[in-house]
């Protein structure tokens, strides 16, 4: 235990069981930079709090480079007495400049240290990938459903056709969810960009270092944390993370429940392209889309990690316990799951064949049974009545054999004397959808609207 940091007090060795059970380098060094960038900074603050010269500073500033171009080049190689990426880049960081590294971590803890780590990587995950990753994902929805608003499909409820609807409006729903969750990132990321750099081990900072002038060095635009004791203890953004990386795959579990139907032969109103599709060992005319059955099985993971990382929290008594070790894994997983699902789902919607006669031809007259109560409606019956009075049209046309369409003028008059000899030209499903002009709705110029809204939100952030 004399090669540990924190080894003065101890006489016995560790465990080996307990060593490994204690290790977090093997998935914390993913941090490396994070924890350098930090350090950089945190001498930088030691100069100003006058416990540093300005040249012990500049010997741990080339210090801490040359211990990045290791990470860097791949040739850092962990001590065994490394139990995290803390004592590690100290560690080699001693070795490799001496005496001004033993000074470093004066009035600084691994606790405030890993909480500022930890925001740091989010911080550059959600500004370097995600976010751009699902803006890419909008902008491909956005630009199909630009470039194909002629093609009408059924739209759902209950999975039972409803109403018709474009295409373009179907996709367009997913980037609206997706937009969502942009926003909700966004949020966290200003929850996150608070420094908690200065707390210590819990107590605070004795030594007077400038928080402020830290959370600039380091990029935290929202400030500093208010109070030590919550602050190495907060994993609150991280949690907020793990939501909106659940949310996310929620979202395209949907788009891919929803994909996986209209590919399969039954439905045939998308095509995937064989770049995310496979095949079967058995059957040779199996193709499978096994690219959006694992977007939705792979929401499970996001979803338990979110889980995990609240139950790590319950109950835990006040500032850092070793529980809080627990947090990084699952934020790892999450943000390289999530990543992964949003640029395959980007792949397989940018690649697919929509098939617009397909579409059209599960389109039937009864998904405009409300057309029929509109219609009424127009003509001065109040809803109610004409919701009735087009229910009772279905119910004789089943009567009769026939589909809705297919009744006479005579027919429909025996319903309610309120039709005229035009609702036989009701039956026009182009007509229908062009009723939904209202923003938000699936008429043409409405869709249009949205594609706008999306151009200028996509286009201003
Ligand atoms: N490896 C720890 C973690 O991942 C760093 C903090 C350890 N602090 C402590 N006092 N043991 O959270």
């Known amino acids: 235990s004399e090669s540990k940091l924190w080894g003065g007090r101890f006489t016995g060795g560790l465990d080996p069981l307990m060593q490994a059970f204690n290790d977090s380098l093997s998935f914390d060094k993913r941090m490396w930079r994070q924890d350098l960038r930090g350090s950089r900074a945190y001498a ?17 500033h080339r210090g801490l480079d040359l211990v990045a171009a290791e990470w860097q080049s791949g040739s850092f190689v962990p001590a065994p007495s490394d139990e995290d990426i803390h004592t590690a880049n100290e560690r080699r960081l001693k070795e490799l400049v001496g005496a001004p590294a033993a ?16 925001r740091l990587w989010l911080m550059d995950y959600l500004s370097d990938e995600l976010l751009p990753q699902l803006r890419r994902l909008i902008n491909t929805l956005v630009s199909r459903a630009e470039s194909e608003t002629g093609v009408l499909m059924p739209g759902y409820t209950h999975l039972q056709r409803a109403q018709p609807v474009r295409w373009s409006h179907w996709l367009l729903s997913y980037a609206s969810m997706l937009r969502r969750d942009c926003q909700r990132l966004a949020d966290c990321r200003a929850r996150t960009a608070v420094c908690p750099l200065g707390s210590g081990a819990l107590a605070g900072n004795p030594f007077g270092v400038d928080r402020q002038a830290l959370a600039d060095a380091l990029g935290f635009t929202s400030g500093v944390t208010w109070n030590s004791l919550d602050a190495v203890a907060d994993r609150d953004f991280a949690s907020e993370f793990q939501f909106a990386a659940a949310m996310i795959g ?23 392209s064989d770049a995310y599709s496979t095949g079967s060992s058995l059957m040779p005319q199996k193709k499978n889309a096994d690219s959006l059955e694992l977007i939705r099985g792979k929401t499970g993971r996001l979803c338990g990690h979110l889980v995990s990382l609240l139950m790590v929290q319950k109950s835990l008594p006040s500032a850092f316990n070793k529980d809080l070790q ?11 799951t999530v990543s992964a699902v949003v640029r395959i789902a980007d792949g397989v919607v940018a690649t697919l064949t929509v098939h617009p006669e397909a579409c059209a031809g599960a389109l039937s007259c009864d998904m405009l049974a409300t057309d029929l109560a509109y219609y009424l409606v127009r003509r001065g019956v109040p809803f109610r009545e ?48 062009e009723q939904y002009g209202a923003f938000g709705g699936t008429a043409l110029e409405s869709v249009r609207q949205q594609v706008a809204a999306f151009r200028r939100w996509l286009g201003d952030e």
């Open 44 to 60: 930088t603050a030691l100069v100003g709090a006058g416990l540093l010269t300005e040249a012990e500073a500049s010997e741990l």
């Open 103 to 118: 000074k470093l971590h004066t009035g600084r803890s691994r606790n405030d240290q890993v909480a500022t780590d930890i």
């Open 250 to 272: 929620n979202h395209l579990s949907r788009l891919a429940e929803d994909l996986i139907l209209f590919c399969s032969k039954e439905f045939g109103f998308v095509t995937l």
């Open 386 to 433: 004409a919701h009735a009075a087009s229910g009772r049209c279905v119910a004789l046309a089943e009567a009769k054999a026939c589909q809705l369409h297919q009744l006479t003028f005579e027919d429909f008059r025996t319903v309610s004397e309120k039709f005229g000899e035009d609702v036989t030209q009701l039956w026009d499903f182009e007509t229908s959808v």
């Open 326 to 336: 627990e947090d990084k894994e699952g934020l790892f997983d999450s943000a390289d």
